[in-house]
T-cell receptor
Framework: DAGVIQSPRHEVTEMGQEVTLRCKPISGHNSLFWYRQTMMRGLELLIYFNNNVPIDDSGMPEDRFSAKMPNASFSTLKIQPSEPRDSAVYFC?????????????FGPGTRLTVT | SQKIEQNSEALNIQEGKTATLTCNYTNYSPAYLQWYRQDPGRGPVFLLLIRENEKEKRKERLKVTFDTTLKQSLFHITASQPADSATYLCALGRMDSSYKLIFGSGTRLLVRP
């Protein structure tokens, strides 16, 4: 298996632009997570999907952030409009089953820079 | 508020020695704890999970302990190698919202040849 796939790997955009990050989880995994990692705040959970349904979006910082999972093999995280403080590395992770006891498989991340 | 602390300073050790990393937490009652390894430019990789009723877990050269009285987990790498150099993250989870992992900021380990 190729593992969790994220695209793009790097994104540089100007403030105010829309940014869409993409994730393909590992086949057969029914839990999907979006995280954001910064030096100041570390790794933070943004949103959790189970069987394509958003279960917990309490970590989404503002209404500018939205996430979708139209099917079991694809998810997007959108920021509109983007701001410089959104600059971070965004990770997608997937796992088998519901709950946290199992290991999460992380993608390589998307490094977002908003100027 | 919940707080998880890992040494922010890098741990620098000689090859062959045992590396010991610390994860302390406050205002939190985790049901389990996970340790991940993260290399520069990559996502975290799962290493070990230990439940609250387990005192110790081992996997090859890795050992994790979990002391709920001290609110502390120790992560040991025995016979360390330069290839073990990376950042190590601890993450706590609770049974009532078991999908939600709270990550520490990580400790960077440097193993000198």
């Amino acid at each position: 298996d190729a593992g969790v796939i994220q695209s793009p790997r790097h994104e540089v955009t100007e403030m105010g632009q829309e940014v869409t990050l993409r994730c393909k989880p590992i086949s057969g995994h029914n839990s999907l997570f979006w995280y954001r990692q910064t030096m100041m705040r570390g790794l933070e959970l943004l949103i959790y999907f189970n069987n394509n349904v958003p279960i917990d979006d309490s970590g989404m910082p503002e209404d500018r952030f939205s996430a979708k999972m139209p099917n079991a093999s694809f998810s997007t995280l959108k920021i509109q409009p983007s701001e410089p403080r959104d600059s971070a590395v965004y990770f997608c992770a997937s796992k088998v089953g519901t709950g946290g006891l199992g290991e999460q498989y992380f993608g390589p991340g998307t490094r977002l820079t908003v100027t | 508020s919940q707080k998880i602390e890992q040494n922010s300073e890098a741990l620098n050790i000689q090859e062959g020695k045992t590396a010991t990393l610390t994860c302390n937490y406050t205002n939190y009652s985790p049901a389990y704890l996970q340790w991940y390894r993260q290399d520069p430019g990559r996502g975290p990789v799962f290493l070990l999970l230990i439940r609250e009723n387990e005192k110790e877990k081992r996997k090859e050269r890795l050992k994790v302990t979990f002391d709920t009285t001290l609110k502390q987990s120790l992560f040991h790498i025995t016979a360390s190698q330069p290839a073990d150099s990376a950042t190590y993250l601890c993450a706590l989870g609770r049974m009532d919202s078991s999908y939600k992992l709270i990550f520490g900021s990580g400790t960077r380990l440097l193993v000198r040849p």
